[in-house]
């Protein structure tokens, strides 16, 4: 298996880092406001301190990536990009849907990712040319190949109306099935897990998509911007099942083959 040694830490440690996590949920610990407006906890910090100095000392050639602040500059031309808690606003509400995520990118190419669900001891993982699995069971996106049946979740209605066309939206909530929203990267379990065929997103950072990136593609799944790429660094997304590819690519004006 590629990446094996890389994949079976990254899963170690996520575990680790959540079961820190979870000495302060539910605590009522108190939240920070960072520049962006966006909630920071003790929590957030003491998991990126862990998740960083565990990385510096099994990989000290990679670079990091952290949301909290972590840049360690790349020696060997590898990047791990990490989230010590995605779903921030979760964890503060004492709501289940938030996970660690840990990502191993390449020069452009995200390779390995996880996300892990301490409240939920859910685990999702991903790695190049492996497929993707939850707690050790394949996964695969939706084999649904229309609109009308189609589950959408939303990642922030009020981001993605400012990232997205606004009348694409309405226009994509009108036509699918329903729309369910659970929480970002619950969403994305889903999402692999086939139980749903859209997950729209209308603001995220790096640590947000860079597992996400190799979910989509393993789980046989697409990852696009607005644009038609896949990068991880536009701040914006979309994934969707292969079978309704032309129908939302034409509501949301995503080229396709770009």
């Given at each position: 298996?590629?990446?094996e040694?890389?994949?079976?830490y990254?899963?170690?440690?996520?575990?680790?880092?959540?079961?820190?996590?979870?000495?302060?949920?539910?605590r009522?610990?108190?939240?920070?406001?960072k520049e962006?407006?966006?909630?920071?906890?003790?929590?957030?910090?003491?998991?990126?301190?862990?998740?960083?100095?565990?990385?510096?000392?099994?990989?000290?050639?990679d670079?990091?990536?952290?949301?909290?602040?972590?840049?360690?500059?790349?020696?060997?031309?590898?990047?791990?990009?990490?989230?010590?808690?995605?779903g921030?606003?979760?964890?503060?509400?004492?709501?289940?849907?938030?996970?660690?995520?840990?990502a191993?990118?390449?020069?452009?190419r995200?390779?390995?990712?996880?996300i892990y669900?301490?409240?939920?001891?859910?685990?999702?993982?991903?790695?190049?040319?492996?497929?993707?699995?939850?707690?050790?069971?394949?996964?695969?996106?939706?084999?649904?190949?229309?609109?009308?049946k189609?589950?959408?979740?939303?990642?922030?209605f009020?981001?993605?109306?400012?990232?997205?066309?606004?009348?694409?939206?309405?226009?994509?909530?009108?036509?699918?099935?329903?729309?369910?929203?659970?929480?970002?990267?619950?969403?994305?379990?889903?999402?692999?897990?086939?139980?749903?065929?859209?997950?729209?997103s209308?603001?995220?950072?790096?640590?947000?998509?860079?597992p996400?990136?190799?979910?989509a593609?393993?789980?046989?799944?697409?990852?696009?911007?607005k644009n038609g790429?896949?990068?991880?660094?536009?701040?914006h997304?979309?994934?969707?099942?292969?079978?309704?590819?032309?129908?939302?690519?034409?509501?949301l004006?995503?080229?396709?083959?770009?």
């Amino acid at each position: 298996m590629a990446y094996e040694r890389e994949l079976q830490y990254a899963l170690e440690t996520a575990r680790q880092a959540g079961e820190l996590a979870l000495r302060f949920f539910d605590r009522g610990i108190a939240p920070e406001e960072k520049e962006d407006a966006s909630p920071v906890t003790e929590a957030d910090r003491e998991c990126e301190t862990f998740l960083s100095g565990s990385l510096r000392q099994a990989f000290p050639d990679d670079g990091i990536l952290g949301e909290e602040g972590a840049r360690v500059p790349s020696r060997s031309g590898r990047r791990w990009i990490i989230d010590p808690i995605d779903g921030t606003k979760d964890f503060i509400r004492g709501n289940p849907f938030w996970s660690v995520q840990l990502a191993l990118q390449i020069r452009d190419r995200v390779v390995l990712g996880v996300i892990y669900c301490p409240c939920l001891n859910e685990m999702l993982h991903a790695a190049a040319g492996s497929g993707c699995y939850l707690n050790n069971a394949r996964v695969a996106a939706s084999k649904v190949n229309a609109l009308a049946k189609s589950i959408l979740m939303v990642s922030g209605f009020n981001a993605a109306w400012d990232s997205w066309p606004a009348e694409a939206i309405q226009r994509l909530t009108r036509s699918c099935w329903t729309v369910r929203c659970y929480g970002g990267s619950y969403d994305v379990i889903m999402f692999a897990r086939g139980k749903a065929e859209i997950w729209l997103s209308g603001r995220g950072m790096e640590w947000d998509y860079a597992p996400v990136q190799i979910i989509a593609a393993e789980s046989g799944a697409h990852f696009r911007t607005k644009n038609g790429n896949d990068r991880i660094d536009e701040e914006h997304c979309v994934l969707y099942a292969p079978g309704i590819e032309n129908e939302i690519c034409g509501i949301l004006g995503i080229p396709i083959g770009a």
